[in-house]
């Protein structure tokens, strides 16, 4: 199944998520509005609010909570987004240049938290304290990675360890909130509300680690960012600590500089190491473990289109090229 056919099982909701995007995105500032707009529909795969509409309706929902609950998580991602590229430097996100690039740092900032606070003001209306609990700890949980990835950069020393903790934080949180909240609006008994958290902790490792082995080996043009950018950045994510373990001493030392002092002196030569050193496909392994146990927290579910949808979802995690 497709990423196109997953969303056709809730399309009627995925444009009502819309419709509230655009409504909740308007500000009487007009920068705000540009600049939340420009991100917002920068193309993305929106596979957070995707998430949350699917576990939603496999939990049985038949309300309308569901789909600001989506819009809050995607609005949550964003504010992410924009505050990621100003701390990482980045230029180019899902094809054209970014917010920061077009419109300056400080704009970007500020128009992040404004994208944070208008979640924060949705989740008041809805009204449901268990929900605003749920996101709060998410969104603390995020910041906390932020700052634990920026204490790894340049860092070649930064373990295995180190770095699943930063993505699980730092992305697989917001992924296990929006399953979360979908059993949670749905009055889900706790066996599905557990499943569903863990669902959505093991997807969001799975997609984080397939990012990050596409920044050595995707097509630049369909990844839709320049390729290398985490070498750039000094970022040691795991397929430059596998290639760092395994490499002989010349590999290391090459690793090492690299992310040492960031730059892309050494791209070709580094993602060649890499790829033949297995770090690509130790990576590729571990994401699909996380896969794997993704699909089995799914067991407690009842058998809807909407479950099948949620375990394609898993395998669209690990399999996409982009």
């Known amino acids: ?16 998520v ?49 789909i600001e609950a989506a819009a809050i998580i ?27 690039e077009v419109f300056g740092n400080a ?4 128009v992040g938290d404004f994208l944070y606070s208008r ?11 268990p929900i605003m609990q749920i996101i709060a700890d998410a969104t603390n949980a995020i910041a906390e990675g932020e700052v634990l990835q920026l204490m790894n950069a340049h860092d070649p020393n930064t373990t ?6 930063v993505i699980q934080r730092k992305t697989a949180r ?21 499943s569903l958290a863990r669902f959505g902790l093991h997807i969001g490792t799975a997609f984080q680690l397939i990012d990050d082995a596409l920044d050595y080996e995707a097509d630049e043009g369909r990844l839709g960012k320049h390729l290398g950018d985490d070498l750039a950045e000094g970022k040691p994510t795991l397929p430059l600590i596998y290639a760092m373990q395994h490499g002989n001493d010349t590999q290391r ?19 060649r190491a890499v790829a033949s050193l297995g770090g690509l496909a130790y990576t590729a392994r571990l994401a699909q473990g996380e896969a794997d146990q993704a699909l089995a927290a799914l067991a407690p579910l009842p058998e809807t289109a909407f479950k099948e949808g949620l375990s394609e979802l898993a395998r669209f995690a690990v399999a996409r090229k982009h």
């Open 119 to 129: 979640a924060f003001q949705m989740m008041v209306a809805l009204d449901r304290m």
């Open 74 to 100: 995607e609005f949550i991602h964003t504010a992410t987004l924009l505050h990621d590229d100003v701390v990482d430097g980045s230029s180019l996100r899902r094809g054209r240049e970014t917010a920061n």
């Open 174 to 194: 917001l992924f296990q909130a929006g399953a979360q909240i979908g059993a949670v609006l749905s009055d889900a008994p706790p066996i599905i509300e557990d």
């Open 18 to 66: 819309d419709r509230v995007v655009k409504r909740r995105l308007h500000s009487q500032v007009a920068l705000v509005d540009q600049v939340a707009t420009y991100i917002i529909y920068a193309g993305g795969k929106r596979l957070r609010p995707l998430l949350v509409l699917l576990a939603a309706r496999a939990c049985g929902h038949q309300g309308e909570q569901h």
């Open 160 to 165: 295995e360890a180190r770095y699943i903790d």
């Open 253 to 271: 030392e090459m690793i090492r500089h690299a992310i040492e002092h960031g730059g892309l002196h050494n791209l070709g030569e580094i993602t």
């Open 107 to 110: 704009t970007s900032v500020l």
């Open 1 to 16: 199944m497709t990423l196109e056919q997953i969303r056709d099982l809730v399309t009627t909701d995925f444009e009502a």
